[in-house]
């Protein structure tokens, strides 16, 4: 078998509910997504939500060899950005390749993903995150008591510019989650606005009453004393790494204790890199979570990771042209027998959703840049802000 040729398609939609977060707290139901299509002589394709027109800059590493190599060919570019660095539109090149290589050699194999990457059974724990900074009050409830009422027992809030209204939100979260546990796990995330310090004393204040599991991206992502001290300071775990291209960039975090939850996903340079930091963490006896993604497609990796902690469920539907193998019940995402990914596309759904460029509406730049007095000092909602929100 071998390649014959690359494939990508642009298309926008508008989700169900708006996303947002501590850098772009009124949030946006804006969604862009794309996907690579890998052709083979053998009539199987490969497919990858994600990669964008930087892919054809390594198509010549890939057609005409056999597609079933998919480390190799992970190596094959990794070393072609050698100088460049694995970052931006080439990393997210190198993470969609590598998908669609791995749902090419599962779909030749006729075996779910999960199954050929070795998981015992096709499920993995899940939690619910909303990023939901630009929620009201019941939209908050709403979005925790429904994934709770499938059996999910874990939240994660995003937090950071409003102390009064961060704990309001979390006895809000807790309390609709108290449907599927007594003791739910709770979890914030800052989104890397707080420094240390501010992190250490934000996070102090809210745990006299509330029994954190997690705190995400206290500091900024590289920042392995500051990550560290956050992480010896509080009771909660430090979580981090989102925001990470590879092994390289997780180094230093293990190495100097920096990180309790260490987070990968399908930005980590695809499954292979994703594969490979799980693998470091668990040298390390350290929990690894899977982030969010449309259709939950990265469950196939959590559930072959043996340190796998749980998985990132965002739902707020970013799957407008194509229909997904899995299911989220018990707390857990269930995964099916549909071989690679079980990613489904509508070809007329796609088709009328298809752009040339993404164009964003005017005024919203993606993903969110970092707000004012980040790191320095909080900068409060404004009336607007608020009124936009519906804080009142």
Known sequence: MKVTGFRTVLYEFTMDRPLGDANGPTGSDYGAGSFLFIDTDAGITGLAPGGGPAVHRFAHLIVGQDPRGVVGHWKATMDACFKGGNEGQDKAAICAIDIALWDLKAKAANEPLWRLLGAREGRCKAYASGIDLCLDDDGIHAFYARMADRGVDGGKLKVGLDMAADRRRLAIMRDALARASDRPSLMIDSNEYWSPKQAIR????????????????????????????????????????????????????????????????????????????????????????????????????????????????????????????????????????????????????????????????????????????????VKPLSTAERAAMGWG
């Open 202 to 377: 934000f996070i102090s204040d809210l745990e006299r009453d509330f029994d954190l599991a997690w705190v995400e991206e206290p500091a900024r992502r590289w920042d392995y004393r500051g990550l560290h001290q956050v992480s010896r300071a509080v009771r909660a775990a430090v979580a981090t790494g989102e925001n990470l291209n590879d092994a390289s960039d997780f180094y230093p975090l293990l190495l100097n204790e920096a990180v309790d939850v260490v987070q990968v996903g399908s930005g980590t340079s695809g499954i292979t890199g994703a594969m490979q930091v799980a693998q470091m963490a668990a040298g390390f006896e350290l929990p690894v979570s899977l982030m969010n993604c449309p259709a939950n497609f990265m469950a196939h990796l959590a559930a072959a990771l043996p340190n796998h902690l749980a998985m990132e469920v965002v739902d707020p539907g970013r799957e407008p042209c194509f229909t997904f193998d899995n299911h989220i019940e018990d707390g857990f995402i269930h995964l099916g027998d549909s071989p690679g990914l079980g990613i489904v596309i509508d070809e007329a759904k796609l088709e009328a959703l298809r752009v040339d460029r993404f164009t964003p509406p005017p005024g919203l730049v993606m993903p969110f840049p970092r707000r004012e007095g980040a790191g320095l000092y």
